[in-house]
């Protein structure tokens, strides 16, 4: 047992002295997080806007006064007909207009909206607020129940995509990595022929990474709840606890891809062909895994970090018990076990 603590001291300091990748660990996530949270966001918010207004009556000026006041829209200009507000919106000058006709103010109905569509997810968005806003007396979305997230942040959406995605890359890329380097410099031999079984050497250095995980987990945590101002829903317990079936099924892949892998450059390229797209484009951090086509709905089905980001969304955001995320930890659970089955058998036959 000396041993083994031994071997997990060892590692833990040579992660240490490495400071460029403390600072990939530990900068990533803070990075990510403020990005994410601040600058990559999909909230409706100050949407130049033209007001096209054929009457001046007392119901249009309330609902143009109510579009100003809100957070969502900025009145930059007001033209005399639809033309006018186009020619606005093609020269980049506003990205949408609204145009009320005649007959608003005694039947709430002839307004047009001319957007700008190069970005439809968006149009759509300022379209759906603008309707709620001239439509709504309070000046805002007031009647419209917004559940779990009431001021439609995409921080909450961010946050637990950011956790699936830097645990996966962390776990699995630097474990592959680890064990990489020990065999290009020949040291991974000399630790196989120590009184130590090799499986305990394995799980020697998966242990490192598997606290600084925990550790960039509550990182994490802490910049969504106090910096991007997401709240924490549901039970600590069980978000650590998903997690860490997570975690344990990243530093398996880690260790079939070291397995596989011959030099540290294709531990690193494979991590990212086999990781870091699909985390991306099929995990539904970005885009909705509904909205996709089938083929690659199926494709996604594959995807660990798809299964994590759901029961985050639910567990965090919605504070739901363990019983409502009990699909999404099977899965994670049985794919952990088979990655892991797969990487110890490969590891032995090498040692074979």
Known sequence: MKQFVSFIIKEARHILRDKRTMLILFGMPIVLMLLFGFAITNDVKNVR???????????????IDRLAASE????????????????????QHA???????????????????????????????WTSYAT????????????SKMLYNPRIKSAYNFVPAIMGMLLMLICAMMTSVSIVREKERGTMEVLLVSPVRPLMIIIAKAVPYLVLALAILVTILLMGRFVLDVPIQGSLVWIFLVSLIY?????????LISNIAT??????????????????????????VESMPRILQWLSAIVPPRYYIEAMRKLMI?????????????????????????SLAKFKNRLA
């Open 49 to 63: 806007t033209v007001v096209v207004c054929s009457s001046s009556d007392h119901l249009t000026q309330r609902a």
């Open 72 to 91: 969502y829209f900025t009145i930059t200009a007001t033209a005399t007909t639809p033309e006018i507000a186009e020619r606005l919106i093609r020269s």
């Open 95 to 125: 990205d949408m207009a609204i145009v009320f006709g005649q007959r608003f103010a005694s039947t709430k109905s002839g307004v047009q909206f001319i957007v700008d569509t190069a970005d439809p997810n968006m149009a759509q968005q």
């Open 132 to 143: 709620a806003v001239i439509l709504n007396g309070q000046g805002g979305l007031v009647n």
């Open 247 to 255: 975690i344990l099924l990243a530093l398996s892949l880690g260790l």
């Open 263 to 288: 030099s540290q450059l294709m531990a690193l390229l494979m991590s990212a062909m086999v990781l870091l797209m699909p985390i991306v484009m099929l995990s539904g951090m970005l885009f909705p």
């Open 318 to 342: 919605m504070g739901v018990g363990i019983g409502d995320v009990l699909r999404e930890v099977l899965i994670l659970s049985g794919m952990a076990l088979v990655l892991l089955t797969l």
